[in-house]
């Protein structure tokens, strides 16, 4: 698409006017309301979709550079995890080489951290539910015992013991009589 002119600014304003917009600045003032009105709806319009991909922009920006620390932070870990085992295949000793081993082994234990202390939760939590149940296991028993003593007590006295006489029937209570007016 060629434009026969001279303007530079002509093909600017010939983008911009398919658009439905005019060149900011390029354009004579206006007086109707409702034009003013249009172009302030249309120019929000428009900041609010360069807002939008703005922040899109700045997003996509920062996940990329946590991408970027992440691959560092692990391709550092694992130079240094490596080093204590290229010292030794090049028969690096001393004291060097026990400092190198001691901060890849720390690394080692700050990675696996979370894991340990779980583990070390679960365990605790293991021995006080095995603790309950044999707590609850030593009452149930407790109480099983109590209940068979209780139940060869009553058996043993229950023999020797004789029925209770039947009482007699009650006999009704007298009512009182009446009393008369007099």
Do not use: Y
């Amino acid at each position: 698409m060629t434009i026969p002119t001279s303007d530079p600014m002509e093909f600017v304003r010939q983008l911009w006017g398919k658009l439905g917009f005019t060149v900011p600045g390029m354009v004579t003032p206006t007086f109707s309301q409702s034009d003013l009105e249009k172009n302030i709806a249309d120019l929000k319009a428009v900041e609010g979709w360069l807002r939008t991909n703005l922040s899109m922009l700045q997003m996509t920006i920062q996940g990329l550079e946590m991408q970027k620390t992440t691959l560092s932070t692990v391709e550092a870990v694992g130079k240094i995890m490596r080093q204590p085992e290229e010292q030794n295949a090049a028969g690096v000793s001393g004291a060097a080489n026990e400092a190198q081993v001691s901060i890849g082994e720390t690394l080692r234990r700050a990675t696996l951290f979370p894991f340990s202390m779980m583990q070390q939760v679960q365990e605790g939590l293991q021995k006080h539910l095995e603790g309950e149940v044999k707590a609850a296991a030593d009452r149930a028993s407790a109480a099983v015992d109590r209940a068979a003593r209780a139940a060869t007590v009553a058996t043993k006295s229950a023999p020797g013991k004789k029925p209770a006489a039947k009482s007699a029937p009650r006999k009704p209570a007298a009512r009182p009589a009446k009393k008369t007016e007099s």
